[in-house]
């Protein structure tokens, strides 16, 4: 008997344990949800479903924004949304930098004609609020500020209180990333005065891959009607998404159907289990995998005040091949971790407890897994 290769590529689809920077495990509640028949996008009862999940993303934002919704594309989808809205050729925009998601959000910006102030900390630093501000008063016409909340590539809690303070009452748009943070550590947008939020829904909301659930202020949409030129993307453009999202339900474009009955499942699920306590779970389970990883000899990357319990970033102990270690993990273990990113490659491991992941049978397969790989020296031993 002869297998095709459509066979072969279905027989290799075995799970694993996804304890990297995400994809995070997806429940198979999330799954048989997104198995259900696909319906029209303007089939009321899809629209049900839509206005339902609006109502239930403000809810996890902390925000009563109503265009409130998720974006068509995964988290870079969603930060390309808040930029190209938010900004015009000529513009200014800060932008905090203190890891690949911040550099990114400048690139971003930069593509947009925007003129870019970045305001750089060390990788695995928090951002220093007093230098935001400086850059602030030197520009103070600037269109939007902008930081990473959960810098996934180093692992940094972002504190957004003293930024959020600085901000009220200017003219300057504040922009946050909330891609690993949504779902795992509390979003306050209306409480900060975020105006723009986006997030992913593969990280902590555990949720499939494909789409970026974002909100916009009522200002931030009236700087968007406001603006001298249209939107350069036609696909992303709020004002247009609004006229299919509020109740005019213009078509504009097919959104992923299937995709959003899943988020939908999710977000039954963050709401059975209770955002406070899904926030204990991530913060519990993430402080002991950190303490277990730090007895067998990983240092933190990430400074010890601000250390996100969801993304754990460590140097792999001196000696150990960490990229050997990190393929025998997934091929012997079949357990996921991520590598180093920019000038952390080949020197750090970043181990994602995001949403199902974060739970203490996977940090104890993880554990034993290392151990063992530990015990029989499979270091690769450099030298
Ligand atoms: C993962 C991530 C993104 C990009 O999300 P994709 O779904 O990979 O496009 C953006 N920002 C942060 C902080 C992330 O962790």
Known sequence: MTTTSAERTVLSLTPRLLLGPGPSPVSHRVLQA????????LDPRFLELLDDMSLRLRDLF??????TFAVSGTGSAGMEAAFVNLLEPGDTAIVGVNGV???RMSDVARRLGARVVDVQAEWGQALDPGRLEEAHRRHPEARLLAVVHAETSTGVH?????????LRGSDTLFVVDAVTSLAGVPVEVDRLG????????????????GLAPITFSDWAMERIEGRREPVSSWYLDASLLSGYLGSERRYHHTPPINLLYGLHEALREVEEEGLDARFERHAEVGGRLQVELAARGFRPFTDVDHRLPQLTAVYVPQGRDEGRLRQALLEEHEIEVGG???????RIWRVGLMGHGARHECVDHLLEAVDELFANDLNGGRG
């Open 34 to 41: 997104a198995a259900h028949p696909t319906l029209g996008h």
């Open 62 to 67: 902390g925000t009563e924004n109503e265009m």
């Open 101 to 103: 998601f911040g550099t």
């Open 158 to 166: 972002q504190p957004l209180d003293d930024i959020a303070d600085q």
């Open 194 to 209: 975020i105006d723009v939020c986006y997030s992913g829904t593969q990280k902590c909301l555990g949720a499939i891959p």
């Open 340 to 346: 180093g990113l920019g000038p952390a490659s080949g």
